[in-house]
Nanobody, 121 residues
Framework: QVQLVESGGGLVQAGGSLRLSCAASGRTASTYAMGWFRQAPGKEREFVAG????????WYEDSLKGRFTISRDNDQYIVYLQMNSLKPEDKAIYYC??????????????WGQGTQVTVSS
């Protein structure tokens, strides 16, 4: 199975930017999708964005379109989440996810440990 490790979280002021990275290892292959989810305190985990291996299909949670951008480096099995114009309500633990299917929409099967993003007002 695939292992996922996130990095890039931290503290940022409102209006700032962060780029999260997720490195996949183990049973990596070209036929899977990867995505990002987040879980804010007291709320359920929600889908943020997903991307399939050949980058022909990208999905975003509607309210995040235009501020968040997902991309991937196929050669290094890394997926990125560029987050711009961050708001205090973007504070959450961000999780990387993967699955052995092309559809980038949920559900996903494999999860990273998460990385904390905090946005100060």
């Amino acid at each position: 199975q695939v292992q996922l490790v996130e990095s890039g979280g931290g503290l940022v002021q409102a209006g700032g930017s962060l780029r999260l990275s997720c490195a996949a290892s183990g049973r990596t292959a070209s036929t899977y999708a990867m995505g990002w989810f987040r879980q804010a305190p007291g709320k359920e985990r929600e889908f943020v964005a997903g991307i399939n291996w050949i980058v022909q299909s990208i999905w975003y949670e509607d309210s995040l379109k235009g501020r968040f951008t997902i991309s991937r480096d196929n050669d290094q099995y890394i997926v990125y989440l560029q987050m711009n114009s961050l708001k205090p309500e973007d504070k959450a633990i961000y999780y990387c996810a993967a699955k052995y299917a092309q559809d980038p929409r949920p559900p996903y099967d494999y999860w990273g440990q998460g990385t904390q993003v905090t946005v100060s007002s």
